[in-house]
């Protein structure tokens, strides 16, 4: 109950904490806005953000608060088809059944590992590198989760790229114990050999509150030659130098092993979808991420907030890279296996942010106005191709050198602003503005030819932009009409400045990918029975960066990397959740229920989309316009039911993804290789428990796909494949939770 209280009065002062990540508002005069108040007896997993989440505005914009504590799904292996059940329209990969790696998108864009989502820890980059290589390989473990903030394509405006908009962990730390010191452990047990460990321990005192946590999770994994092992350690400190002044310290250490079953082709899927002809391919990955934070209250009405953080990590991989055709057997000449070839990743970043946030009278009306400046400086040292050993186990030592060997370099300066105009008591107005400066350069040795190390033509790539946005909000009781368009970007990524050796070349004015989302929708919460948000959305994506063939004057082919047309996706975003039993009786002696369906419908297509290819010694030019995206499906869908009857929470859940393209011509008929082709639309059902009693012990068990369903959500032409990556089978979970 103290908690409640304290974000209330938070609210009511004026101001809020980004470093404890509190989402209230402020309250103003002429209409009281919604404050989300999440309570030690609420239920609700999901929410909407409120106007003004610390120093950043999120009025106007499409965007979903899911609380973890009320999520009841697997969150050991962070299940995200449960933990995103209820925002609408999120596509959801399901070729890691680790949890390793998640892979989410919306609105036709692609899950490769979140890659068109700005991915944030608790306000701070964690993916690779966000402007040349934006894969989230890092994914926090969901125990240690409090809440996860999902902001559309309006994100742009206050976190920059991607056209998928900005998607933040926000991980507990401690504020709302309200005690000195409190230990948790939760213990988990599943098919697979799963086994989990989660310890934390935090407290809080008048000045200051702290959280740290262990967790360990290994498995065999559900296909054959897929064990993995991940290790989680983070810890925070937050000391309250005076009323106006806290200083928040952070450190996160993440290592995870995974051996990499491969893909199949289609035959072998249906032949035996848990079946793996790779027992030699192994990924690792070691995250390490500091933050310092600092959050200064300048008056009742101004705050400001300023965040340093540091990045550095590795991604190692080894194997035997080729299709599933291909068996990976002992050299009769050798008699041992083939060499594998290794790869190897270097990332060492940190950037700093500012933001300020501040309410001002205007025209006897209350206005808000935030703005921020931001500066990112990233180094990836890439080694591709190395000749490996002829081993079985994970292993990077080399027989031959590294043939490819890359530095990169990013800088990026950017400022923003936006405000927010109250007309009247129930319109809203929300312009904003971001202005960008990215930096891209790259040197090193692209390959080897005939012995000679070939050197990488040192190129660097600066430009200037703006980007601009603008929203409206009109409150009708305790609903709202909502609207917004938004410019958005994704910068030219570090495989686009790379050319293999003889055969591709760079358009030396290759563009950024360009363009817009916009949103316009009918959300609220009718008392505590009915939440609803529906919407549709317009994404423009323009030039879209491809590899076109060309001739020389001599006659010679090779390929151009070049912008080569746009798409556009659109469509409608619905969620419905309503509990009968609060709406028509309020009678909770044998509990309660709520029902709930999430739906995404998109039409994503390509218009004035040019591909030109080689057929023998002719150029053929093939027009995709109207042809569909890859990698987005018409249908998702989700419903389910929430039982609830004092300590007990059961949830059953059904989802369907309907069917996608993984090329722009739209093949059918699956590739010998199982690279190419259709995948299929299905279902999947889970069913979740969840019961707390005597205030501190907790049990969970699952039962995820309940039908044994078998499916695949991705074709890779790389790793984790190549080829067709099945999802999970039939599994099952059970863990035991204490506080004491």
């Known amino acids: ?50 106007e003004v989440v610390g120093t950043a505005i999120m009025a106007g914009k499409k965007n979903s608060l899911i609380v973890m504590d009320n999520v009841n799904g697997n969150i050991v292996t962070n299940t995200m088809r449960q933990v995103m059940a209820k925002v609408p329209g999120v596509h959801v990969w399901e070729s890691d059944g680790s949890g390793i790696q998640i892979g989410v998108a919306a609105r036709g864009l ?67 114990i309200n005690q000195p010191f409190q230990f948790e452990t939760q213990n988990t047990i599943g098919s697979n050999g799963l086994v989990n460990t989660y310890n934390a321990l935090g407290g809080e005192t008048e000045k200051l509150h702290y959280y740290a946590f262990y967790d360990h999770r290994s498995a065999d994994g559900w296909r054959e030659n897929s064990q993995y092992r991940v290790g989680t350690g983070f810890a925070t400190l937050t000391y309250k130098v005076n009323k106006q002044l806290s200083i928040t310290a952070e450190y996160t250490n993440w290592h995870a092993r995974s051996q990499q ?124 191709n190395g000749r490996g050993t002829t081993n079985v186990d994970y292993d990077l030592t080399l027989v031959a050198d590294y043939q490819q060997k890359l530095r990169f370099k990013t800088s990026n300066v950017a400022a923003f602003a936006e405000n927010i105009f109250r007309i009247g008591k129930k319109l809203l107005l929300i312009p904003g503005i971001r202005f960008e400066q990215v930096s891209n350069t790259v040197s090193g040795q692209t390959g080897v030819s005939n012995g000679v190390p070939v050197k990488a033509a040192e190129a660097s790539s600066n430009r200037s932009f703006a980007l601009a946005g603008v929203g409206a909000e009109y409150h009708i009781g305790s609903t709202e009409l909502y609207a917004n368009w938004s410019q958005a970007y994704r910068p030219v990524l570090f495989s686009d400045l790379t050319a293999p050796v003889t055969i591709d070349e760079i358009d030396p004015n290759l563009k950024d990918a360009r363009g817009y989302n916009l949103d316009l929708g009918y959300r609220g919460k009718l008392k505590d029975y009915l939440f609803f948000d529906v919407g549709l959305f317009y994404l423009q994506y323009n030039n879209r960066i491809g590899l076109l063939a060309q001739q020389r004057l001599d006659g010679s082919f090779y390929n151009l990397r070049t912008n080569i047309g746009n798409s556009n996706s659109k469509g409608v ?47 053929v030019t093939t027009n995709y316009s109207n042809k569909k995206v890859e990698h987005a499906p018409e249908w998702i869908v989700r419903y389910g039911i929430n039982y609830f009857w004092k300590g007990l929470t059961a949830t059953m859940q059904w989802s369907y993804v309907g069917e996608a393209f993984t090329d722009a011509n739209n093949t059918v008929a699956p590739s010998a290789n199982g690279q190419n082709g259709l995948i299929p639309s299905y279902h999947v059902g889970d069913i979740s428990l969840n ?50």
Request: overall charge positive.
């Open 1 to 50: 109950m103290r908690s409640v209280l304290l974000t209330i009065a938070v609210a009511l002062n004026g101001w809020s904490s980004m470093a404890q990540q509190t989402d209230t508002l402020t309250a103003k005069e002429g209409y009281v806005k919604d404050v989300t108040v999440v309570g030690q007896h609420s239920r609700a997993d999901i929410h909407q953000l409120p």
């Open 261 to 384: 079953p491969g893909g199949l082709t289609d035959a072998q899927f249906t032949q035996n979808d848990r079946q793996s002809f790779r027992s030699r391919n192994w990924f690792d990955l070691l995250w390490n991420i500091g933050a310092l934070k600092a959050n200064y209250t300048i008056n009742e009405k101004s705050r400001l907030q300023a965040t340093l953080f540091a990045f550095s990590g590795n991604r190692s991989s080894v194997g035997f890279l080729v299709a599933p055709n291909v068996k990976d057997s002992i050299n009769t000449n050798t008699l041992a296996y083939n060499n594998r070839t290794v790869f190897v990743d270097e990332y060492r970043n940190w950037g700093a942010e500012v933001r300020y946030l501040t309410d001002y009278k205007l025209l006897g009306g209350n206005s808000t106005f935030s703005a921020g400046v931001r500066y990112y400086n990233g180094l990836t040292r890439r080694f591709n």
């Open 110 to 176: 692609s899950p490769n590992r979140s890659w068109e989502f700005n991915t944030r820890q608790n306000g701070y980059d964690i993916s690779a590198d966000p402007f040349g290589y934006p894969e989230a390989y890092y994914t926090p473990q969901l125990q240690a989760v409090q809440r996860i903030q999902v902001v559309r394509g309006a994100g742009s405006l206050q976190y920059g790229p991607q056209f998928g908009g900005m998607l933040n962990f926000v991980l507990r730390d401690g504020s709302d």
């Open 691 to 740: 019961y707390a009693f005597k205030k501190r012990f907790t049990i969970r068990a699952g039962l995820n796909n309940i039908t044994d369903k078998s499916y695949f959500t991705r074709r890779a032409g790389g790793y984790p494949g190549p080829g067709l990556m099945p999802a999970d089978g039939r599994n099952a979970y059970v863990t035991f939770g204490a506080k004491f």
């Open 573 to 619: 975003e619905a969620l419905v959740e309503f509990n009968p039993i609060k709406a028509f009786t309020n009678n909770l002696k044998r509990g309660s229920f709520s029902v709930f369906a999430s739906v995404g419908y998109t039409d994503a297509r390509y218009a004035d989309y040019n591909v030109i290819t080689r057929q023998g010694n002719t150029l």
